[in-house]
């Protein structure tokens, strides 16, 4: 059995030195195309005008699979960074809904306004905010606490203020630029909005509609693969923020099977894990294998000789993918 011995990097505790057979799974970035695909996602440059559904019904029909899902809607007026994920990459969305977001956002004033004055107005919405969801909204109409992290004014050009703003998920534009126009004192609207990055999704990453259509033409007509490849990411890189447990392959199995993770079949663990935060079960080949509520600090988990360190919320990787160690002796 041809074992292959992992190494990583700094940021992670070593619990175990482990090996990895190469008889089973496969490193996410030499998945065979059409399981490429099915296990990974794509950020697509949204253009002004469709929902957020129509361009995931859109990425559906391109690559011919059955199941797409995005991580976190934007109005048809509204461009910038939409992720979308294929098929087995679903599984994540719920896990990034929650991410931060920034956008560059285009305000103009119903009357003239002292420069000096809006940016003092502007910085008195960093911090926590209160906001009612807009009437179009699809969630209910009550009072709720967001946070703006940052707010930058980039352009100044008479009523109209071009600002970035960092934000948390959930937070409506629209209605921080009519809050901030009602503190000046003159109104304001949003007039134009696009988002430049959604948690670890930028727009460095995007690509448009036609790119992705182009990529699947080459790949079934010409059987070339690059560009797929280029545009089309594994659900692995989309985990970027979420710490990782790394596990041994003799795990893999059980955890596919339902089991909780056993503190006896981790070997890494990200030094970020925090106990009661979602944290990602990785092969010793950087495939996930599923998602959970870390029941430890990484430190904890680094010295425990037994007991649950992980409670799974979401299977990812199917199951026999490895051997099923756990029915016999598990390690």
């Not at 690559?63 to 461009?79: I, M, S």
């Not at 690059?226 to 659900?235: A, D």
Request: net charge positive.
């Amino acid at each position: 059995m041809d074992k292959t011995e992992v190494k990583f990097e700094d940021n992670f505790l070593i619990k175990e030195k482990c090996s990895t057979s190469e008889e089973f799974g496969v490193y996410p970035l030499k998945r065979p195309m059409e399981e490429y695909i099915r296990k990974g996602f794509v950020c697509i440059d949204k253009p002004m005008g469709p929902s957020s559904h129509e361009v995931v019904v859109w990425v559906r029909r391109i690559l011919n699979v059955n199941k797409t899902g995005h991580a976190g809607t934007l109005d048809p007026r509204v461009t910038g960074v939409l992720p979308i994920f294929i098929e087995n990459a679903t599984k994540l969305v719920k896990f990034l809904q929650g991410s931060e977001k920034e956008y560059v956002t285009l305000m103009r004033l119903h009357a003239d306004v002292k420069k000096e004055d809006i940016h003092r107005v502007l910085k008195m919405f960093e911090g926590k905010i209160y906001q009612r969801p807009p009437l179009k909204s699809a969630v209910k109409k009550r009072i709720r606490i967001r946070k703006i992290y940052k707010i930058e004014v980039l352009e100044i050009d008479g009523r109209d203020v071009l600002f970035k703003v960092r934000t948390e998920a959930g937070t409506y534009i629209r209605k921080l630029c009519t809050d901030i126009g009602e503190v000046l004192g003159c109104g304001a609207h949003m007039q134009e909005l696009r988002r430049i990055r959604t948690g670890s999704f930028d727009e460095s990453m995007c690509y448009t509609l036609h790119d992705l259509l182009d990529a699947y033409i080459f790949w079934k007509e010409e059987g070339e693969e690059k560009y797929l490849r280029q545009i089309i990411k594994p659900m692995e890189f989309a985990l970027a923020n979420i710490p990782k447990i790394v596990i041994k392959d003799t795990a893999v199995d059980a955890i596919c099977h339902g089991a909780d993770l056993s503190a006896k079949g981790v070997c890494y663990i990200e030094k970020n894990v925090k106990k009661g935060e979602n944290v990602a079960i990785f092969t010793l080949k950087n495939e996930l294998v599923a998602l959970g509520k870390a029941l430890m600090d990484a430190e904890k988990i680094l010295k425990a000789k037994s007991g649950i360190i992980v409670d799974i919320d979401r299977v990812v990787m199917e199951r026999r993918v490895y051997p099923s160690y756990w029915r016999g002796k598990y390690v």
